[in-house]
């Protein structure tokens, strides 16, 4: 149950330096990988543990073929929690940063739904960098682990990343997850080398892309929805940074958030510490 340890090894941490990702080994075993699938069904059906509550209240579309995300799915599920807040993540991801201690960002709970070889782009998820959308957090020394709950490759809307993308800097407008016409934002954002590499990933293994890293998806034609868990981690002494674009997770400082003030209460849980 839970993460499995994985120590990082020099020639890993070489590739997510120079690729701005890194595919993991299978870090959950079959019966954690079960447990997040029935805890997808929960979710979706609002069915939630504890008498906690959403920061986004989750609202099915009408479109069956829409992207589902459901933000902080550690509030509400206990499955969830237990895998987005594994010590061990942490310490991957302290050691791909270079980093001595790991927080949670945030979670994603992710499903795209099969299109059944259909046309649509309702499940994409346009090219961005995550830190478009994190400019208030004091540094892009962020990561995002991405988990697959089943085989995923391009054609069940796998992810796709653009190499070496995150040696860029953060790219005005890169806050387009939202925008499902991956060629016009292709020619907004391939002004360099725009090489897409898929992440294709067996169930219960990990991408670990940087934050300024662009990367996005497009259609599920399988006949299955595409699940996943998403846990968006940042070194522990992340802070508030002046003059940049908001941040939901800004609120969660508290009604008075301070510039330089560290996200460090209880809505951003210490996964790793290595002192
Ligand atoms: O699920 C996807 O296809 C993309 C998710 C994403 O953008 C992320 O996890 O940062």
Known sequence: MGVVSYNITASDKETFDRDGYWISPKLLDDE???RLRAAHERIWKKDYDGAGHALHPFKLSDNPFALRKFDNG?????EVRDVVTD????QMAAELLGE???RLWHDQVIYKPGASGQETNAGNVGWHQDYGYWRASSTSNMVTVWIALQDTDLHNGGMMTILGSHKWGAVEG???FFEQDMTKLKQRFATRDWVEEPCILKAGQASFHHALTFHGSSTNYSDSPRLSV???LMPGDTYYREGRASHDNVRL???RPQFGQRFDNEYFPLLYSKK
């Open 74 to 78: 550690w509030w509400i599920n206990d």
């Open 32 to 34: 954690t990988i079960e």
């Open 253 to 255: 400082l508290g009604p």
């Open 174 to 176: 890169s806050d387009t």
């Open 230 to 232: 998403v846990a968006h």
């Open 87 to 90: 010590p061990n993540l942490g």
């Open 100 to 102: 001595d201690e790991i």
